[in-house]
């Protein structure tokens, strides 16, 4: 079975600097997709960012960056310029090419100070 | 705007009850997912569909079972309610894969607290 693991319980992060999160996983498959959610307060889950694992390059969404190892197995999450808006859970999720159902790590919650 | 709709936001129930928590999506997805989340353990996926009537197990199917009656709903039971069930469930629908990197679109949870 596949697992993904999160090594950071919580972070924090002052405003408009830059934060790291980590995620690694096992896998011994060679395609498939991985995912950054982000769960806010109001508990709605919210796409931040996917990569799929046969692009090398990494993917960028604003203000939100990925670093893809492949070989490695990591998956971590660059937030640049920190918001209070970014103040959530995060979760890092994968999912095989050919199947449909994902598996989530155990999150981290980000703070970000005024 | 597309939407995940779980009907109750906030459950008691009590233990050795039947539960219904229910998840109606309006995007005509054919995949639909429960998860529960808990603390430490991020989301654990108890149960999925790929289409109407059919169901298959996920991590920590126990004590757990689902219907699929029409496509756009999915319903998670819970036969005999135990405190050990205290839990927030996400339902969660996606798109047939066939290759593509879809996400899912969730529901906004069900804390379901059993006393």
């Known amino acids: 079975a596949q697992t993904v693991t999160q090594s950071q319980p919580e972070m924090s992060v002052q405003e408009a600097e830059t934060v790291t999160l980590s995620c690694t996983y096992d896998t011994s498959e060679s395609d498939y997709y991985l995912f950054w959610y982000k769960q806010p307060p109001s508990r709605q889950m919210i796409l931040v960012i996917r990569q799929e694992a046969y692009k090398q390059q990494n993917a960028t969404e604003n203000r939100f960056s990925v670093n893809f190892q492949k070989a490695a197995k990591s998956f971590s999450l660059k937030i640049s310029d920190s918001q209070l808006g970014d103040a959530a859970m995060y979760f890092c999720?994968?999912?095989?090419?050919?199947?449909?159902?994902?598996?989530f790590g155990a999150g981290t919650r980000l703070t970000v100070k005024p | 705007d597309v939407k995940v709709t779980q009907s109750s936001r906030y459950l008691v129930k009590r233990t050795g009850e039947k539960v219904f928590l229910e998840c109606v999506q309006d995007?005509?997805?054919?995949?639909m997912f429960w998860y529960r989340q808990d603390p430490g353990l991020g989301l654990r996926l108890i149960y999925f569909?790929?289409?109407?009537?059919?169901?298959e197990k996920g991590d920590i199917p126990e004590g757990y079972s689902v219907s699929r009656e029409k496509k756009e709903r999915f319903s998670l039971i819970l036969e005999s309610a135990s405190t050990n069930q205290t839990s927030m469930y996400l339902c969660a629908s996606s798109l047939r894969t066939g290759g593509a990197n879809y996400g899912y679109t969730f529901g906004s949870g069900t804390r379901l607290t059993v006393v």
């Open positions: 569909s790929y289409d109407v009537k059919m169901k």
């Open positions: 999720a994968y999912r095989r090419r050919s199947n449909n159902d994902m598996r």
């Open positions: 995007m005509d997805h054919e995949n």
